[in-house]
C-alpha cells in the first residue's frame, strides 16, 4: 500500500497517516511503516484510531502509536 506521512509529533510516538482507502483497518492492528523521506524504515505501529473519508475515492487516515 502506498502512504503518505501527514503530521509525527517527536515528543510522543503518535503518527498520523493516509493511505489508500482500506476498510478493514481495525484498531488494535499492527501495521509496519517504511517511510524513507522522513527515516522510517520497518517502524511497528499499532493501530489507535481510524477515519474513512470518500471524496473522489475512499481515503483512510490512521493514528498510530509506535511500538518500542
Known amino acids: 500500500w502506498s ?14 497517516i493516509s ?10 492492528d499492527m501495521v509496519i511503516v517504511n517511510y524513507s ?9 499499532v493501530v489507535q484510531g481510524i477515519t474513512q473519508n470518500f471524496d ?3 481515503t483512510t487516515t490512521l493514528i498510530l502509536n509506535q511500538i518500542g
Do not use: A, H, M, W
Not at 493511505?19 to 481495525?26: D, K, R, T
Not at 523521506?37 to 505501529?45: A, D, S, V
Open 19 to 28: 493511505i489508500y482507502g482500506n476498510p478493514l483497518y481495525e484498531i488494535g
Open 3 to 16: 502512504s503518505d506521512v501527514c503530521s509525527s509529533d517527536l515528543f510522543t510516538r503518535d503518527t498520523t
Open 37 to 45: 523521506l522522513k527515516n522510517i524504515i520497518n517502524q511497528k505501529y
Open 56 to 58: 473522489t475515492g475512499l
